[in-house]
T-cell receptor, first 113, second 116 residues
Framework: SQQGEEDPQALSIQEGENATMNCSYKTSINNLQWYRQNSGRGLVHLILIRSNEREKHSGRLRVTLDTSKKSSSLLITASRAADTASYFCATPYSGAGSYQLTFGKGTKLSVIP | ETGVTQTPRHLVMGMTNKKSLKCEQHLGHNAMYWYKQSAKKPLELMFVYNFKEQTENNSVPSRFSPECPNSSHLFLHLHTLQPEDSALYLC???????????????FGPGTRLTVL
């Protein structure tokens, strides 16, 4: 199976600063997804970037994908205290009869007011 | 609100108890998943159901028994659990396209399970 690995494991920044998280994966993919999880809650899908895209924006989120390096980054601009959460990248793989996602361990982001 | 609900939200059980977790999705999806999330470990996929058929069982102990009576409901039956089974159990659903390209998942809020 493929697995995304996020870096850093934890990140602490001041409100208003930008936060950058990285993800590396092992094999070819057709898309990569980023999810957010507030403490003890379910994951929420943030953004999906396809393998033929290099950059994608959604509000204050900017995602890049470099398939040659098998890496992706998530940038959150002008961070807010409400952005405090764990962020996961996920890559799909073909299981037996269905398509599934493999998640990394996540980056825990703390935004200090 | 993601369109996926889970009950109960919290569950405390002894090792000899039998309990069930319930998941319901209101999104018209055809694939549903159970994940286990333990502290400091990656999200672990436990079971996958596609069109009500179990398509994946990632070496999960038999004390966890899934049931998918229809494409909207998913259960996880628990019996004789161990303390190390304490975790957040997450349910998710997706629209499983035959082309298998874009399958974002929608998660429920999870059930926090504590096994004493």
């Amino acid at each position: 199976s493929q697995q995304g690995e996020e870096d850093p494991q934890a990140l602490s920044i001041q409100e208003g600063e930008n936060a950058t998280m990285n993800c590396s994966y092992k094999t070819s993919i057709n898309n990569l997804q980023w999810y957010r999880q507030n403490s003890g809650r379910g994951l929420v899908h943030l953004i999906l970037i396809r393998s033929n895209e290099r950059e994608k924006h959604s509000g204050r989120l900017r995602v890049t994908l470099d398939t040659s390096k098998k890496s992706s980054s998530l940038l959150i601009t002008a961070s807010r205290a409400a952005d405090t959460a764990s962020y996961f990248c996920a890559t799909p793989y073909s299981g037996a009869g269905s398509y599934q996602l493999t998640f990394g361990k996540g980056t825990k982001l703390s935004v200090i007011p | 609100e993601t369109g996926v609900t889970q009950t109960p939200r919290h569950l405390v059980m002894g090792m000899t108890n039998k309990k069930s977790l319930k998941c319901e999705q209101h999104l018209g999806h055809n694939a549903m998943y159970w994940y286990k999330q333990s502290a400091k470990k990656p999200l672990e996929l436990m079971f996958v159901y596609n069109f009500k058929e179990q398509t994946e069982n990632n070496s999960v102990p038999s004390r966890f028994s899934p049931e998918c009576p229809n494409s909207s409901h998913l259960f996880l039956h628990l019996h004789t659990l161990q303390p190390e089974d304490s975790a957040l159990y997450l349910c998710a659903s997706s629209q499983d396209r035959s082309s298998g390209t874009y399958n974002e998942q929608f998660f429920g809020p999870g059930t926090r399970l504590t096994v004493l």
